[in-house]
């Protein structure tokens, strides 16, 4: 679930509070915004947070991809070809994330 605000502290955090900024990144899960000066300069997150994130940025492309395809090169599917599409696919899914 995402926090109701974002996590917001001031850069200077980062020489005097790396650990703590570390471990709120961890436990969250979510960015943390670091300011300079009032004005947002940099964002910290957790590298497992954003290996998914770039994991869902991948399949959303994907399936735009799919969708622009589809358009163009409208062709019918039996119903077997997509359930073994689908299962090694999310075979794949498993191999690149076994814990989830």
């Known amino acids: 679930m995402t ?10 955090d980062l020489r005097t509070d790396l650990n703590g900024i ?7 899960q979510q960015p943390i915004f670091m300011t300079k000066n009032g004005k947002a300069s940099l964002v910290v997150i957790d590298c497992e ?3 998914r994130q770039r994991q869902h940025d991948r399949y959303v492309l ?8 589809q358009q163009y090169h409208p062709e019918t599917v039996t119903r077997n070809e997509v359930s073994s599409h689908v299962s090694s696919i999310i075979a794949q899914a498993r191999e690149l994330f076994p814990h989830a």
């Open 22 to 28: 570390c471990e709120q990144a961890a436990q969250s």
């Open 3 to 12: 926090p109701a605000f974002p996590a917001i502290r001031p850069i200077s």
């Open 62 to 69: 994907k399936l735009r991809e799919a969708e622009l395809e």
């Open 49 to 51: 947070a954003y290996e």
